[in-house]
């Protein structure tokens, strides 16, 4: 059996990627990415990572919408995970 993980850190960054040509749909139109990305390292040193993509015009979340929820259950994440 596989010993209990646990999450050491979770890191949560804006991602946002210039793209070459800026591109436009019904929605809206960009010139990058627009994503958060969360990284997660065990105490054992294992590291993942993970997208998030919120689109205001879509969904109505926001990068700063997704940072809110990332802070408000961090700790509850941490707390539930323990395998993969």
Sequence with gaps: MTPPIAIARLQFEPLQIPFKVSFRHASAERAETLSVWVR???????????ESCPRSYVTGETIESARAFFDRHEAEVREAVHDL
Excluded: N, P
């Design 40 to 50: 997660a390292e065990s105490s054992t040193g294992g590291v993942g990572c993970g």
